[in-house]
């Protein structure tokens, strides 16, 4: 499809979908009493394939999804919004409706805890059984590494600087880049993992080339407690350097959201406005159910632990893992990238273990997802970067990364028709 026709029929946030029901009544199965029930938390990116799969894979099964978010809306593609280059392209989702197309149950609320003696999870709207238990809650920040248990701060610092790495973000974060007039502009990198790594490198060079386009008197400092991607930050140096201040391997020693000051081991700084992304954790849920792996040091992670090969959680055999929230996989090279792709990829992976061993089946060795990306080099003329990363097991069972870059000068919309299949083919939603 040319890219005039793809993004005429993609204008707009309020884009008609359908539901890919092949082989999928349109209406909710009617099930026997007494129906094993698989709960899946979290309606993302690794819940929403979950659910779709466990359908094809397990009619039998009841299935229920729980978020407090209605809609989905997805973070992938957002940087180029942010900065007015394009429109949002990527549909959102009435999650009930989708629930509905495809078979399964839907309730929207927020989850207070999980009790996994009685197998429930408690919710803001009554208490739901499970036999099998699919946790894709996916991340939160953790302002307490900054602010301790500073509630005034952790707000002020989540209502005035968002980060806009969740998606109830994204139109506050849009709102402040649009008011920037000018001045001092921070954004923080926290160490890793974090989710989608390369997207605020991504930002960071949309947010110069707004600021240079559109002659804003002022200057984004990047403080990034990692080294940074090679490919972006040569591109700050060489096509941004007026816009850009990169300070690699610095850590934050503090920040004071209200008087607008931050220090370093470099020393302190004033802000005009900043992006105050904290380091992130998975979602407080995996704590409150006790299901947190340990690190090298023997002492709780701020991840879930789970057996890579199988997805199940290390502390429970009726709970599945899937989605950003994943420990450590591999002491090769830690965390999967915590993408989109790689998040459909284990919440297919998790919902077939349970599909299996509801059936009586041995559990199976998962196939190890992949991950692909598409992220913007530059804005006008559009540039765009593709990453892919590939796993295999090695002989000795552990887990190995390969990672590929392919430069794309002359983009014609890869990074929509990519999003907009992964929608397709793991979600089973159809832009029309």
């Given at each position: 499809m040319k890219r005039r026709t793809l993004l005429a029929s993609l204008g707009g946030a309020g884009l008609?979908?359908?539901a890919l029901a092949a082989g999928i009544d349109s209406e909710p199965s009617t099930l026997p009493r007494g129906a094993l029930r698989v709960?899946?938390?979290?309606?993302?990116?690794?819940?929403?394939?979950a659910a779709r799969e466990l359908r094809r894979s397990a009619p039998e099964l009841d299935v229920l999804v729980i978020d407090r978010t209605p809609m989905l809306r997805s973070l992938p593609l957002s940087n180029p919004w942010l900065v007015g280059r394009t429109p949002e392209r990527m549909p959102r989702i009435d999650l009930a409706k989708l629930?509905?197309?495809?078979?399964?149950?839907?309730?929207p609320a927020e989850v207070l805890a999980i009790d996994r003696i009685q197998r429930q999870v408690h919710t803001t709207e009554g208490h739901f059984a499970y036999d099998w238990l699919i946790l894709a809650a996916g991340v939160d920040y953790d302002y307490?590494?900054?602010f301790g248990e500073d509630a005034r701060a952790t707000n002020q610092a989540r209502e005035h600087f968002p980060a806009g790495f969740l998606s109830n973000?994204?139109?506050l974060l849009k709102r402040r880049l649009d008011g920037f007039r000018g001045g001092d502009l921070v954004m923080t990198i926290p160490p890793p993992p974090i989710r989608c790594p390369p997207a605020p490198y991504e930002r960071a060079l949309l947010i110069a080339w707004l600021l240079k386009t559109q002659r804003i008197p002022g200057k984004l400092t990047v403080i990034?407690?990692?080294?940074?991607?090679?490919?972006?930050?040569?591109?700050?140096?060489?096509r941004y350097a007026d816009q850009i201040v990169y300070r690699p391997h610095t850590n934050l020693r503090s920040i004071d959201p209200f008087g607008r000051r931050l220090s370093t081991e470099d020393g302190e700084m004033h802000f005009d406005h900043a992006?105050?992304?904290?380091?992130?954790?998975?979602?407080?849920?995996?704590?409150q159910a006790g299901l947190l792996g340990l690190n090298t040091q023997g002492k709780p992670s701020r991840w879930a632990g789970v057996d890579p090969v199988h997805l199940r959680a290390l502390a429970d055999d009726r709970v599945y893992l899937a989605g950003d929230l994943l420990d450590a996989v591999s002491p090769l090279f830690g965390h999967y990238p915590k993408t989109a792709h790689i998040a459909t990829r284990l919440g297919s992976a998790a919902a077939l273990q349970i599909s299996a061993l509801t059936r009586g089946n041995t559990p199976l060795q998962i196939a190890l997802p992949h991950s692909i990306c598409h992220v913007w080099l530059d804005a006008d003329p559009v540039e765009q970067m593709r990453m892919e990363a590939q796993y295999r097991l090695r002989g000795d069972g552990l887990i190995v990364q390969s990672v590929r870059q392919h430069d794309n000068p002359q983009p014609r919309d890869e990074d929509?028709?990519?999003?907009?299949?992964?929608?397709?083919?793991?979600?089973?939603v159809s832009a029309q």
């Open positions: 008609a979908w359908t709960v899946v938390i979290g309606g993302g990116w690794a819940g929403l394939s629930a509905h197309s495809l078979g399964y149950r839907f309730v307490a590494a900054w973000e994204l139109d990034d407690a990692g080294g940074g991607i090679s490919r972006f930050t040569r591109l700050f140096a060489d992006i105050l992304l904290p380091p992130m954790r998975a979602s407080t849920l995996v704590e929509l028709q990519w999003g907009l299949g992964l929608y397709a083919e793991s979600l089973g």
